[in-house]
């Protein structure tokens, strides 16, 4: 007794026996009460645990399905595809693979089975049945999915044929047919599973063939096991935890693609329910001594190095709190205290950094605002105010700089020219060829017409005694797009930008529209009654390549009529659930507020900002409208 009644008579040791007498016993009456969880109530709540890792599971496979759908649709609606334009569409698929990283091969094929286009990925290896799958979506009416069952696992491939409808109609025309490697559906699965820490996942098709097991390292054949029990159950709609030899499977149905189940398995050993226990027990073991080393020693230290250090403390916080950042914090240790002041240090350094970071941030953001207002200037100030005719536009890019553009000047006292153009990629680099573009068709649209200039209009040829030399004056303006693209292509061609757009030129006095569409989205002139053309492309984008042929087309704009441009930021514009604005929105907008006049922009703009609502604006949305009186 005498040997600790000096120990008794510091507040230290009082302290540490005080924390252990309260501490130790109430951690071993923790472990004891948790000891007395049943194995039953153990098994709960592995079977709650694996659920929700089945519902998650689940969801995200239904989603990554859904996307996929949705990216093979947005690919069956492409101009290029609807049209059977080989060459473009098979360079569409292949550019859409690349900027996707997508695993699978894409046919475009016509409603007589024939393959119009094919992504180079494609092997023609295996023979696919695609006059049988065109007459069965055709009957369906939708999109719908076939196992292609190869020689071996890693031949086979889940099919996903979407049919190709005709413009303005819902007639099937032919359909894009994408096939993805079950090995790739595989590493999917796989992925998730390790994700989840999920020791097996089932993934089961419709017909009871094993996509996906993870755990088998190398599938090697594609098996179908409908008449195992679990898989039975499953695609008989059965949902739920089943509890057999040592093991819990939950089944987990998928309606994907229509009515037909898909489903997936997850299964957990026993082993690890028991494991846990062990693992508990011994922490809570472990976790009494280690306390109470940690409390004996931190309480007997903390209270006399404590106090000094915290008022050093304090006084650095208050001079930091005046701005003096480089006030000396002299505080060292290994302790609590010590990893504070160490806190505190890396907290004043970091400060530092953020204002350093911060005056370089808006030295950016000056410049940006710059090259903003740089690109403002590119577009018009102000748009002709012309006695019969209305005109309009609306400019919203996705950053701070865009590649989209427009414009509407005159040529000469009798002619005004109209462009639309979407520049591709985003940013700096797009804006920068953007100004390039816009520039370029204002001075080449005003150049002496060279001779060869109306060869490549399959519509008007030129010779020596065709004496209608407005149309010649028309041919000249529109000339700019091929002279804009023979310079691109050839003084930037290793930069691959290019640009698709719509010029055309209207003779204001008698309404006729001369135009040129280099690969942009369709125009459209519309009156009461509704859309009455759709003025689609004559040519490739501008700066692909040199000497390309552009067709000029023309058509006559009536009084009460107007026509409408955009790109396609306004189509591809996405709500939070990831839908497109779509044309035939647009269209059925246009048409709903038609007497709005060149106003209707304003309607379309704020039909797309409640489309978005709130998410992010992925591209520029330009437009423009010109009516006339």
């Not at 000094?308 to 914090?329: K, W």
């Not at 709005?596 to 703009?605: P, Q």
Request: aromatic letters at 8%; a negative charge.
């Amino acid at each position: 007794m005498k040997l600790i009644q000096p120990f008794m008579k510091s507040i230290r040791f009082r302290i540490v026996g005080l924390l252990l007498l309260c501490l130790i016993p109430s951690t071993l009456g923790g472990i004891f009460l948790f000891g007395l969880y049943t194995e039953k109530q153990l098994k709960e709540i592995a079977k709650k645990d694996l659920e929700g890792h089945a519902k998650l599971a689940a969801q995200m496979i239904r989603r990554l399905d859904e996307e996929r759908q949705e990216n093979t649709a947005f690919v069956a609606s492409q101009p290029e595809i609807v049209n059977f334009q080989a060459e473009e569409a098979r360079f569409f698929v292949n550019e859409f693979i690349k900027f996707h990283q997508w695993r699978g091969f894409f046919l475009v094929v016509n409603q007589e089975g024939k393959v119009i286009a094919a992504s180079d990925n494609y092997q023609p290896t295996q023979s696919l049945p695609l006059k049988l799958w065109l007459g069965e979506i055709e009957k369906k009416h939708g999109h719908l999915n076939r196992l292609l069952v190869g020689k071996d696992y890693d031949s086979s491939k889940d099919c996903l044929i979407m049919p190709i409808w005709s413009p303005g109609s819902k007639t099937q025309i032919g359909s894009v047919v994408e096939c993805l490697p079950l090995s790739v559906i595989s590493e999917l699965i796989d992925n998730i599973a390790k994700d989840a820490e999920i020791q097996r996942i089932l993934l089961v098709n419709y017909e009871g063939y094993i996509y996906a097991d993870t755990s088998i390292k190398r599938y090697t054949i594609l098996e179908n096991k409908q008449n195992l029990p679990l898989v039975n159950q499953l695609l008989n709609n059965r949902d739920g935890i089943i509890y057999s030899k040592g093991k819990f499977a939950y089944l987990s149905p998928i309606h994907l693609r229509g009515a037909k189940t898909w489903g997936i398995i997850l299964e957990d050993s026993e082993e690890s329910v028991e494991a846990a226990i062990s693992n508990i027990n011994h922490i809570g073991y472990s976790l009494v001594v280690l306390i109470g080393v940690i409390v004996a020693f931190t309480s007997w230290t903390v209270i006399h190095h404590s106090t000094i250090p915290i008022l050093q403390l304090t006084s650095a916080s208050q001079a930091m709190a005046e701005g003096n950042l480089d006030y000396p914090i002299t505080v060292q240790g290994e302790d609590e205290i010590g990893i504070l002041a160490n806190s505190f240090i890396h907290m004043r350094n970091q400060i530092k950094t953020l204002i350093a970071q911060e005056i370089r941030d808006g030295v950016n953001r000056l410049e940006l605002e710059k090259g903003r207002q740089i690109q403002q200037n590119f577009l018009p100030i102000s748009l002709p105010n012309l006695a019969q005719w209305q005109i309009d536009a609306v400019f919203e890019p996705a950053r701070s700089v865009s590649g989209d553009f427009y414009d509407a000047f005159l040529l000469g006292n009798n002619h005004l020219a109209i462009v639309i153009g979407d520049v591709c990629d985003k940013g700096v680099g797009a804006a920068m060829f953007m100004g390039l573009f816009r520039s370029l068709l204002r001075v080449f649209s005003g150049e002496t017409m060279p001779g060869d200039t109306c060869i490549r209009d399959v519509n008007y040829k030129c010779n020596s005694s065709d004496g209608d030399n407005k149309k010649k004056v028309v041919v000249q303006f529109l000339n700019a797009v091929r002279l804009t693209n023979d310079y691109i292509a050839t003084e930037h061609g290793d930069m691959a930008m290019f640009a698709t757009l719509f010029f055309g030129v209207i003779n204001i006095s008698n309404g006729n529209l001369s135009y040129i569409n280099a690969g942009h989205e369709p125009v459209f002139i519309l009156n009461s009654e509704g859309i009455k053309h759709k003025l689609k492309s004559t040519g490739p984008a501008v700066g692909m390549m040199p000497d390309s042929t552009f067709t000029i087309d023309s058509l006559k704009i009536d009084p009460g009529e107007m026509l409408i441009g955009y790109t396609d930021g306004v189509t591809d514009a996405r709500s939070p659930t990831k839908e497109f604005f779509g044309r035939q929105r647009l269209m059925d907008t246009l048409t709903a507020n038609f007497s709005a006049k060149t106003e209707v922009l304003d309607i379309i703009k704020q039909e797309l900002i409640s489309h978005i609502d709130g998410s992010t604006q992925f591209d520029d949305i330009t437009m423009i409208a010109v009516y006339r009186n």
